[in-house]
């Protein structure tokens, strides 16, 4: 992506009007903003990077980016995010009641509130969940909500878009890879990155485990087609891809309905 394209995309999610308003609009954007700052405290900035083999681009945001910057420099947004000590490797089921409220904080950070979301999981205190939208983009999104939490905190996301492969059989893609690099306002360190995988799987899959950059192994969450997993470090290594960009240093696993366990799992290309 060229910096006039990088540029159109980021305007693409300026929240600020562009033309004179009315003062019952504006009320409306007061109450709004409000809302944002309640439900979504500004999180840490974090570069997002397409895959490999995909070749999607990514863009990720924070709440800082779902209305005006005036107003938004909390001090939260300095603060510390709570550490990822309660992290597993494998997942666990979240609550309609908690899907609601993750739902609602990822996609308003996004300013994406029409985005469907497809697949959720928890790790500990945090959630991870990935959203589709009408455009089409894929939203990555990760926060902090423990169990018996109302309000998620702390909420990093990430937009990415293209035309990826449709798998079959035992296929799966790569997909949207995102890592976050727990840095917030000013570049100020605010807590260790995080990495976040969504990409699809044909019917004859029925598990996709991931060797992290950093060796960790993480069980994937799978159904419906599609598969997430996110975890504490890395996503991308030393290499580059011929954009100049990092490239994705992941190995996958896959198990097929028949119990066949593929190691060393290849993507299917676009």
């Known amino acids: 992506m060229n910096d006039r394209d990088l540029t159109l995309l980021v305007k693409s999610f300026d929240a ?9 609009v504006r009320e409306r954007a007061a109450a709004r903003k ?13 570069p997002a990077l397409g895959t490999r083999r995909s070749r999607r681009w990514a863009l990720a945001v924070t709440g800082l980016a779902a209305a005006s ?24 089921a979240v609550t309609s009641a908690e899907l609601a409220i993750a739902a609602d904080a990822c996609t308003t950070v996004m300013g994406e509130t029409d985005a469907d979301v497809i697949l959720a999981e928890r790790r500990g205190d945090w959630i991870g969940l990935a959203a589709v939208t009408p455009n089409p983009l894929t939203i990555s999104c990760m926060l902090y909500l423990p169990t018996g939490a109302t309000r998620a905190e702390h909420v990093s996301a990430a937009a990415s878009g293209g035309q990826g492969a449709v798998p079959t059989g035992g296929q799966f893609t790569e ?10 306002l000013l570049g100020i360190r605010t807590g260790p990155p995080a990495a976040f995988n969504v990409g699809d799987v044909g019917p004859g899959v029925t598990a996709v485990d991931i060797t992290t950059a950093d060796g960790e192994l993480v069980h994937a969450t799978v159904e419906d087609g ?8 890395r996503a991308f290594g030393d290499e580059t891809e011929g954009n100049g960009g990092p490239a994705p240093d992941l190995s996958y696993r896959i198990t097929l309905t028949d119990g066949t366990v593929i190691e060393d799992a290849q993507p299917v290309l676009p």
């Open 16 to 24: 600020a009007p562009h033309a004179e308003v009315s003062d019952d």
């Open 34 to 46: 409000a809302e944002i700052i309640a439900t979504a405290e500004p999180a840490p900035l974090a």
């Open 69 to 92: 910057v005036t107003g938004l420099f909390a001090a939260d947004a300095l603060a510390p995010a709570p550490a990822y000590a309660s992290w597993t490797p494998t997942p666990t």
């Open 175 to 184: 997909g949207s890879i995102s890592e976050f690099s727990g840095r917030g």
């Open 226 to 233: 599609r598969f997430i997993a996110w975890w504490p470090g």
